[in-house]
T-cell receptor, first 111, second 114 residues
C-alpha cells in the first residue's frame, strides 16, 4: 500500500516565477492538506481540499492556490514567487477522522 | 484558536539516558494530540497520538506520552534513548470540533550523543 507521494522532490525557481507541486494521497483517503515548513520552524497549514473544494484555508495570500482532482490527488500552485516562499512543502492525506499522513515533501528554493 | 508551545528548541542527551520533550497547548475546545518525528531531509512520521481513552499512549519504539488535561500538556518521554533517535520532534493538536488543520509547535531537536 503506497503512502502519500509528492513530486518533485526538489525544485529551484527564481523570484516572480510560478510553481506547481503535486500530491497523491494514501489509498482510501479523500482529503488532502498542504503545509509549509520554513527552515527551523514547525509546519504551517496552507489549506485543505475535500470533494474537490477548498474546505479551510490558513493565513496565506491568494498567491497560494490549489486544486483537487476526482481521483483525490491535489496540486499546490504558488504565483509570483518570493524569496520567503523557500520552504519544504508537505502534503498530508486523511479520511474520516483527525489523523493525517504526511508525504516526504517538496523542497522549494527561490533564488 | 489553538497554539502549541515546545519549551526546548534543542535537547542534548547521552545514549541510554532518559529524555523528556515538553509540549504545552492552549485551546478553547477539546483537542486531539500528536507527536511527529522528522529525520533530516524527510517528511513527518507519526510517533504517537491521543484521541481518547487512556491518557498514557505508547509507540512501538519505546516512546510514551501522557495527556494531562489540567496542565494542558502532552510531554514525550523515553527511558533510554539511542543514537538513531536523533531527529526533530513536533507536537501538534487538532480541534475536535473541526478536524481540518494541525497546529504545530516549533519543534525540539533531540541530539543523542555516544
Amino acid at each position: 500500500d503506497a503512502g502519500v507521494t509528492q513530486s518533485p522532490t526538489h525544485l529551484i525557481k527564481t523570484r516572480g516565477q510560478q510553481v506547481t507541486l503535486r500530491c497523491s494521497p494514501k489509498s482510501g483517503h479523500d482529503t488532502v492538506s498542504w503545509y509549509q515548513q520554513a527552515l527551523g520552524q514547525g509546519p504551517q497549514f496552507i489549506f485543505q481540499y475535500y470533494e474537490e473544494e477548498e474546505r479551510q484555508r490558513g493565513n496565506f495570500p491568494d498567491r497560494f492556490s490549489g486544486h483537487q482532482f476526482p481521483n483525490y490527488s491535489s496540486e499546490l500552485n504558488v504565483n509570483a514567487l518570493l524569496l520567503g516562499d523557500s520552504a519544504l512543502y508537505l502534503c498530508a492525506s486523511s479520511s474520516a477522522g483527525p489523523q493525517q499522513f504526511f508525504g516526504p515533501g517538496t523542497r522549494l528554493t527561490v533564488l | 484558536a489553538q497554539s502549541v508551545t515546545q519549551l526546548d528548541s534543542q535537547v542534548p542527551v547521552f545514549e541510554e539516558a532518559p529524555v523528556e520533550l515538553r509540549c504545552n497547548y492552549s485551546s478553547s475546545v477539546s483537542v486531539y494530540l500528536f507527536w511527529y518525528v522528522q529525520y533530516p531531509n524527510q517528511g513527518l512520521q507519526l510517533l504517537l497520538k491521543y484521541l481518547s481513552g487512556s491518557t498514557l499512549v505508547e509507540s512501538i519504539n519505546g516512546f510514551e506520552a501522557e495527556f494531562n488535561k489540567s496542565q494542558t500538556s502532552f510531554h514525550l518521554r523515553k527511558p533510554s534513548v539511542h543514537i538513531s533517535d536523533t531527529a526533530e520532534y513536533f507536537c501538534a493538536v487538532i480541534s475536535m470540533d473541526s478536524s481540518y488543520k494541525l497546529i504545530f509547535g516549533s519543534g525540539t531537536r533531540l541530539l543523542v550523543r555516544p
